[in-house]
């Protein structure tokens, strides 16, 4: 089969032939069909700023183990790093590709043993089309899931829809886990990459009744008026804090949702979010950064981070509700895919986001 590697950090990803897996007695091989590439996590990784997905290594890249000049500014931390042997890390050469859907076409002796499955009352069966969880290779034509990451597509999703269940599963928990704490009436996305877009249409179906998005694209900001947003502010061109608290009353909004995980979506959060408020941290941030951090405590302020999920069985009510939002029109994901790309010209697919990453809202990789 064919199967994506990169050989070391910010090297061109590299398209060989590897052998077929075959799944385990709690698998299922999946005939990838399409992969989406995560602009965030997919990126880093070929950086060298976030572990590869095979590596092992759950959560941040060790720090000593990154080459980055943006650390220079963080040198204060370095005494505080967690440290790990270089030579207990051996990532490379790395499969890629976490974001995929596809095909069951051979299912293990024991994946539909009670307690496995997302659907308790449907066994999984060669033929049927399924949305992927924690998959490392999606970037090849076949992979080995355990029965537990993989969901029945209902029929008028489509793999484009399912390529995206990876993504939203976190970004729709952590949503979730906020409203559950205190229902928001207003609601501030900052960043309208994918999962902002994302975060703008789940915050509207779960009730939020003022929904307000800062993204300096305007083609963007056109989106996300189109899904669902209230107000659209350019950041570049208007003074974020004080647009806020004139929308607001000068309250702040009941729950900032975080999607970008850089430095212009990160340091507004502690004066544009209300006191008591909370904020959804969506966005993965990968180097230290400067952050007013006292305004949490004074301000009463509660983050929720993406949760760590083991598997789609342990969030199995949540994915039926993805499910049925994308079914009821409320959530746009495969119609969130602005480009397509073969798996030969994968390389293409990242160059893409260098030369017209406003242009990009998610990229495909049909397999």
């Known amino acids: ?66 080459e980055d000049p943006r650390r220079a500014s963080a040198t204060a931390l370095a005494r505080f790093y967690p440290r790990v042997e270089s030579s207990e890390w051996a990532p ?17 002796a024991g994946a539909n043993a009670h307690g496995l499955l997302v659907d308790a009352d449907r066994p999984l069966r060669v033929g049927d089309r399924v949305a992927t969880f924690k998959v490392h290779c999606g970037f090849a034509e076949y992979a080995a899931i355990g029965a537990g990451n993989v969901a029945v597509l209902p029929p008028s999703l489509t793999y484009d829809d399912g390529s995206l269940l990876e993504p939203v599963v976190p970004n729709y928990n952590c949503l979730r886990r906020c409203f559950a704490l205190a229902e928001p009436s207003s609601v501030l996305v900052l960043g309208q990459g994918f999962q902002g877009l994302v975060t703008t249409q789940v915050a509207r179906a779960l009730g939020a009744d003022f929904i307000i998005v800062s993204e300096p694209s305007a083609k963007k900001r056109r989106l996300a008026i189109e899904l669902g947003a209230d107000v659209a502010i350019d950041p570049n061109a208007t003074d974020l804090t004080d647009e806020i608290h004139r929308l607001t009353g000068d309250q702040g909004v009941d729950l900032v949702a975080e999607c970008g995980g850089i430095e212009a979506t990160v340091q507004p959060i502690p004066y544009v979010v209300r006191r008591g408020g909370t904020v959804a941290q969506i966005g993965g941030i990968e180097v230290p950064l400067l952050f007013d951090y006292g305004y949490i405590h004074f301000r009463h302020i509660t983050i929720v981070p993406s949760a760590f999920i083991p598997t789609l069985t342990a969030v199995r009510h949540e994915v039926a509700e993805i499910f049925d939002l994308v079914e009821t029109g409320q959530l746009r994901l495969g119609g969130l895919i602005s480009h397509w790309f073969p798996l030969v010209e994968v390389n293409g697919a990242f160059d893409l986001f260098g030369s017209a990453e406003d242009a990009v809202t998610k990229i495909a990789i049909n397999v």
């Open 92 to 108: 490379y050469p790395a499969v890629m590709g976490h974001e995929a859907a596809g095909e069951i076409v051979q299912v293990g």
């Open 1 to 66: 089969m064919k199967q994506v590697l990169l050989n070391e950090p910010r090297a061109q990803l590299t398209v060989v032939d590897a052998p077929t897996p075959s799944p385990a007695e709690h698998e299922v091989l999946v005939r990838i069909k399409v992969a989406s590439v995560c602009s965030s996590t997919d990126r880093k990784i070929i950086a060298g700023f976030h572990p590869p997905h095979s590596s092992g290594i759950a959560g941040m890249q060790p720090h000593h183990l990154v």
